[in-house]
C-alpha cells in the first residue's frame, strides 16, 4: 500500500512539474527540426468557448508547445523504431536509407470531378496544345525498396485510368515508364519526396518531342551540385534518417542564351535566376527551386521562339522547368492551390499557346483546388455530353483500384 502512495505522490510531482515548466518555457513560433510554424495560444472569447474553436485551437497548442517536445518526439522515434516499426507519420522506411511517401487512395468523387474539369477546358481551348504529366511517387517505382511484407495502393493503376480518360483531348507524357526504365538510378531522393533534377532530365529527354522541342537535348544540359547536406521534408516528418546528406543537382544549358526574369507577381518581386540560392541555408533547401511554391511566377527568357507555356503545377514541376526555358519566350507557372483567380484570366492576360499540367502522384489524387481554378459556368455547360461511360470513379475500377496492391519486392 505504501508503495502505491509512494508511486502515486512521484506521478502527481512529475505531472506538476510539467505544468509549470510548460508554463514558463517561451513559445515557439516555428519548428527548426520539422521545417513548420506551430500553434500560438488560443484568443480567449465567449464565441471561441460556445462554438469549440477554443478547445480545439489550445490542444493545438498546447501539443506543439509542450516542454521539451522535441526529445520527446525523439524517444517516441526511437523507441518505435527499436520495438521494429517500419512507418512513421504515413511514410514507409524502406531499405538502402530510402523513405518513402505511402501512396494516396483518393476520393473518387473528387477525383472525377477534377478529370471532367481538366477535359473540359482543354475542349473550350481545342486550338491550343494541352499536355499532362504525373510523376509517379517512389513507393509506385521503388517497390523493392519497401519494407518486408508492406505493400501500398496501385498508383500506376490509378495514373492509367487518368490516362484514359484524358489521352484523347490532351498530350499524355508518359513519366512512369522512364522512371521505371531509370529506377536503379537517383532518379527519387532519399530524404524526400520530390523526384530529383535527374529523374526530371530523364523524363525531359523522352518528353521533349511531345512538347514540340525538335532537337537532340541530350547533349544541351550539364549537370553539377550545388549542394551536399541535403535532407529532406520526409525526414524532418518521420525523424528517421536524419543524418543521411543527398546532393540537389542542378542542370544547366550551355551554348545557348540563359537569361532570364523571373517574376514572382504576388510578391512584386523579381531577379534573374531561377535558383533561390539563400535557400541552401535553410533547412528545407529543396525550395532552392524557385524559392518554393507561390500563387503565379513568370519567367521571361531570351528563347527564338514567340511560344508562352502554362504550367499549372505542384512543387515538383519547380526542377523541370530549367528544361523549358530554352525553348518557350515565356514560362507562366500556376499553383492552384495558392492561386484565388481562374485560368481563364491568366489565358487570356498573358495570351498562353501552350499547357502543361504537371504533378506528383500523391498531390493530384488528393488536390481539392484544380477543378475550382479550371471550371466556370459556361464551360461546364459544355461538358453535359460527356459520356458517363468514361468516369474514373465507375463501379467497376473503383472496385478494382481499392483492391488493388503493389506487394513489395525484396
Known amino acids: 500500500m505504501r508503495f502505491e502512495v509512494t508511486v502515486g505522490k512521484v506521478f502527481i510531482m512529475v505531472m506538476l512539474l510539467l505544468l509549470v515548466f510548460n508554463f514558463l518555457s517561451p513559445t515557439r513560433a516555428f519548428s527548426v527540426r520539422e521545417y513548420r510554424s506551430l500553434a500560438q495560444r488560443p484568443v480567449f472569447s465567449y464565441a471561441n468557448i460556445q ?29 518505435r523504431m527499436f520495438a521494429g516499426s517500419r512507418m512513421e507519420a504515413g511514410v514507409f522506411i524502406g531499405s538502402g536509407g530510402q523513405l518513402l511517401e505511402d501512396i494516396v487512395i483518393p476520393d473518387l468523387t473528387i477525383l472525377q470531378e477534377t478529370v ?35 505493400s501500398v495502393a496501385d498508383q500506376g493503376r490509378l495514373i492509367q485510368s487518368v490516362r484514359g480518360e484524358l489521352e484523347n483531348d490532351l498530350i499524355w507524357l508518359d513519366a512512369t515508364r522512364v522512371l521505371r526504365i531509370h529506377q536503379d538510378q537517383e532518379v527519387f531522393y532519399r530524404t524526400d519526396s520530390h523526384w530529383t533534377s535527374l529523374g526530371a532530365f ?22 553539377f551540385p550545388i549542394s551536399i547536406n541535403f535532407n529532406g521534408e520526409l525526414a524532418l516528418r518521420t525523424g528517421r534518417r ?30 534573374t535566376s531561377l535558383y533561390d540560392r539563400k535557400m541552401l541555408e535553410t533547412r ?71 499547357v502543361l499540367f504537371l504533378y506528383r502522384g500523391n498531390q493530384f489524387f488528393q488536390d481539392t483546388h484544380l477543378r475550382r ?21 465507375n463501379s467497376n475500377e473503383a472496385d478494382s483500384y481499392n483492391g488493388g496492391k503493389n506487394d513489395s519486392e525484396e
Open 116 to 150: 471532367t474539369a481538366i477535359r473540359a477546358y482543354s475542349r473550350h481551348y481545342a486550338e491550343i496544345p494541352m499536355n499532362i504529366m504525373l510523376v509517379p511517387d517512389a513507393a509506385s517505382i521503388l517497390t523493392g525498396r519497401l519494407p518486408a511484407l508492406a
Open 284 to 354: 528545407n533547401q529543396h525550395r532552392v527551386f524557385l524559392g518554393g511554391s507561390t500563387s503565379i511566377v513568370t519567367i521571361s527568357t531570351l528563347a527564338p521562339s514567340q511560344r508562352r507555356l502554362l504550367i499549372i503545377r505542384d512543387s515538383s514541376a519547380n526542377n523541370f522547368v530549367p528544361f523549358l526555358t530554352p525553348y518557350f519566350r515565356e514560362l507562366i507557372l500556376v499553383d492552384p492551390q495558392y492561386y484565388a483567380g481562374t485560368i481563364d484570366e491568366i489565358m487570356e492576360t498573358y495570351r498562353i499557346t501552350d
Open 242 to 271: 536524419t543524418r543521411i546528406t543527398e546532393e540537389i543537382t542542378i542542370f544547366t544549358p550551355h551554348g545557348m542564351d540563359t537569361d532570364v526574369i523571373v517574376n514572382f507577381v504576388d510578391e512584386q518581386r523579381r531577379t
Open 51 to 79: 462554438s469549440g474553436e477554443y478547445a480545439r485551437q489550445l490542444e493545438l497548442f498546447l501539443r506543439d508547445q509542450f516542454f521539451a517536445r522535441d526529445m520527446w518526439r525523439g524517444i517516441r522515434v526511437s523507441s
Open 373 to 393: 481554378v479550371l471550371n466556370r459556368p459556361a464551360r461546364i455547360e459544355n461538358t453535359s455530353e460527356a459520356d458517363d461511360s468514361n468516369e474514373v470513379g
Open 202 to 223: 530523364l523524363v525531359f529527354e523522352e518528353v521533349a518531342p511531345e512538347l514540340g522541342i525538335e532537337e537532340d537535348v541530350s547533349a544541351r544540359f550539364a549537370a
